[in-house]
C-alpha cells in the first residue's frame, strides 16, 4: 500500500521484544520519539507517562468490579457474568474481577438468593459454557503468556474458599493452544489487600460485603487508587442505580447498568463508548476525548517581511 502511494515503506515497522532482548524502553527513551500510544500493563504505562518531552496517551490496567444490589432475573445475570468472565480468558482490559455481593443476598422478585445461591449459579454457568463443544473453546481465548497461567493456579491458594477450580482445556482446532479455565475464589471484604491489585487472566473474587453500600464504596476506593476501566451494577431500586452513577462517575469509571443476554460488560468499542476517561489510574486519556487527537499535532507558524 505505502509503495503504491510512492512512499517509503519504512513508515511503518513492526519492532517485537523477547525475553532475551527487551528494546520497548530504548525505543521508548529515544529522543526522536515524540508521540507514545500504549496499551498493557499499569507498571510499565506509569513509567512511559514519566518520560519528559512526549505525548503519550495510556490505556492501562485497573481493578473492574461488579456490584450486585438486586435483579429481575438473577438466573439471566449470572449466565451474563459467566460469559463476561470466560470471554478471552479474562485477558480484556475491561474484564470483571471483583464481585460484590452483600451478606444479606441479592433481592429478586422471586424472593432474596443468598451469597451461596449466586456463587453456584455463576459456577454453574461457567462450566455449562466450558463443557459446551460449540462455545467454551470458542469462547475461551489462548492464554498470551505462561505468567498469566501461573497466576491463575496461584490464585487458588488465596485465602477464601476455591468456588471453582481452574483447570487445562483444549480447543479441537488448535490442540497446541494455551488454555485455561477460571477459577473463582471467595474473599472476605476485610481482605482489601488481596482483591486492590489486577490479577490479569481468568480469575474471579467473590467478596462478601455487609451491603450494597460497602461495595460501592470499595469499588470507588479501588477504582480511584489503582484505576478501573469498566464496572457493571445490577439494582432494581432507582435511588441505588443513581447512587452508583454518581459515585462511580467520581471515580471517573463508566458503569453498565443491568446486562443481561448478549451484552456484556467487557465488550466496548474503542472510539464510540468513551472507552477509558483519563480520570482514574488506568489511563490517561479517552479515546472519544477530542484532546486524544487534537494533542498530536503542533502548529508551527513562519513568518518573514512582507516585500515593500
Known amino acids: ?14 519492532a517485537v521484544d523477547t525475553f532475551d532482548k527487551m528494546i520497548t524502553k530504548e525505543l521508548a527513551e529515544h529522543p526522536e520519539v515524540k508521540l507514545i500510544d500504549y496499551t498493557g500493563s499499569s507498571v510499565f504505562g506509569s513509567y512511559l507517562e514519566t518520560l519528559a518531552g512526549k505525548t503519550t496517551f495510556t490505556e492501562k490496567t485497573g481493578v473492574n468490579s461488579v456490584i450486585l444490589d438486586s435483579a429481575e432475573d438473577i438466573d439471566k445475570v449470572a449466565a451474563n457474568l459467566a460469559f463476561s468472565i470466560n470471554l478471552y480468558s479474562g485477558q480484556m482490559c475491561t474484564a470483571p474481577q471483583n464481585f460484590y455481593v452483600p451478606e444479606s443476598g441479592i433481592d429478586t422478585p422471586n424472593g432474596v438468593v443468598s451469597f451461596e445461591q449466586f456463587a453456584e449459579k455463576l459456577v454453574h454457568n ?4 466450558i463443557d459446551n463443544p460449540k462455545a467454551g473453546p470458542f469462547i475461551l481465548g489462548a492464554i498470551q503468556s505462561p505468567k498469566t497461567s501461573e497466576r491463575v ?15 487445562t482445556f483444549e480447543n479441537p482446532m488448535f490442540r497446541d493452544a494455551r488454555l485455561i479455565t477460571p477459577v473463582i475464589v471467595e474473599v472476605a471484604a476485610s481482605k482489601k489487600d488481596v482483591f486492590s491489585k489486577e490479577l490479569f487472566g481468568p480469575i474471579a473474587l467473590l467478596i462478601r460485603t455487609k451491603n450494597t453500600d460497602e461495595s460501592l464504596r470499595l469499588a470507588k476506593e479501588l477504582a480511584q487508587q489503582h484505576g478501573a476501566i469498566s464496572c457493571a451494577a445490577y439494582t432494581t431500586d432507582p435511588d441505588v442505580k443513581e447512587k452508583i452513577a454518581d459515585e462511580m ?7 453498565s447498568f443491568n446486562l443481561t443476554g448478549s451484552i456484556y460488560m467487557n465488550q466496548n468499542a474503542a472510539f464510540s463508548d468513551f472507552h477509558v476517561t483519563g480520570g482514574n489510574p488506568a489511563g490517561n486519556a479517552s479515546f472519544t476525548n477530542p484532546e486524544y487527537v487534537t494533542k498530536r499535532f503542533t502548529w508551527v507558524g513562519h513568518r518573514e517581511p512582507a516585500g515593500l
Open 1 to 14: 500500500m505505502l509503495a503504491e502511494n510512492n512512499l517509503d515503506t519504512n513508515i511503518c515497522q513492526l
Open 126 to 129: 461457567l462450566n455449562s459454557l
Open 153 to 167: 493456579v496461584e490464585a487458588e491458594k488465596l485465602p477464601g474458599k476455591v468456588w471453582l477450580k481452574s483447570r
Open 249 to 255: 462517575s467520581l471515580a471517573a469509571t463508566p458503569v
